[in-house]
C-alpha cells in the first residue's frame, strides 16, 4: 500500500514582526538583508523566541550591524556555550545597497529599523526600512484615521 502525503497548514514564513516601528516611524523604502547566526540563535528563531521591537540598525565601517535584538536562548541550548541573546549581529547586503543606505543616513537623516524577521529558501532575512521619526502630533493623527476608519466599517456594516 502506497503511504498518503499527511496535508499539513501552509507554515507562516514570518518568524517576528515589529509593529511599533509603522507607530512610531514613518517608514520609507525596504531592504532584505541576511543575516549573520549562530547555531543556537537559528534554532531560537525556528522556536520563534526573537523580539525586534527596540532593536536599530547602525551602519560602521561600511557594514550593518543589527543592534537591541533579542533571540532568547533554548533551555536545551549546549552546556559549553554561554549564548547571548543581546549580542550585534551582522547583516549581509549588497556593496550598492549599502552606499545607499549609507547615503540615506548620512546626508539625509534616516534611521535603519528593521520592520520583519522571516524564512527565504531555508534562510532567515530581516527586512530593514529607512525610517524619519513620529512627532506626537503625527501619532495623534495616524490613530485619529485608524479609529475613524474602524468606526466608518462599522457604520457601513450596520446599514447593509
Do not use: C
Not at 547602525?58 to 536545551?76: S, V
Not at 541550548?77 to 545597497?97: G, W
Amino acid at each position: 500500500m502506497a503511504k498518503q502525503k499527511k496535508k499539513n497548514k501552509p507554515e507562516s514564513n514570518t518568524i517576528a514582526l515589529n509593529k511599533k516601528s509603522r507607530h512610531d516611524f514613518i517608514l520609507g523604502e525596504r531592504f532584505e538583508a541576511g543575516l549573520v547566526l549562530e547555531g543556537w540563535e537559528v534554532k531560537s528563531l525556528r522556536a520563534g523566541r526573537v523580539q525586534l521591537r527596540d532593536s536599530y540598525v547602525l551602519l560602521k565601517d561600511g557594514e550593518a550591524w543589527l543592534l537591541g535584538a533579542l533571540i532568547t536562548p533554548l533551555p536545551t541550548a549546549s552546556t559549553h556555550i554561554h549564548p547571548d541573546p543581546m549580542r550585534t549581529r551582522k547583516l549581509l547586503l549588497h556593496r550598492e545597497e549599502l552606499n545607499k543606505l549609507i547615503g540615506a543616513v548620512e546626508r539625509k537623516g534616516y534611521a535603519l529599523i528593521p520592520t520583519a524577521m522571516y524564512w527565504k529558501k531555508g534562510r532567515a532575512k530581516l527586512e530593514i526600512a529607512l525610517a524619519k521619526g513620529k512627532q506626537a502630533h503625527d501619532k495623534r493623527a495616524t490613530e485619529r484615521e485608524r479609529d475613524w476608519k474602524r468606526d466608518k466599517q462599522r457604520l457601513l456594516k450596520g446599514k447593509a
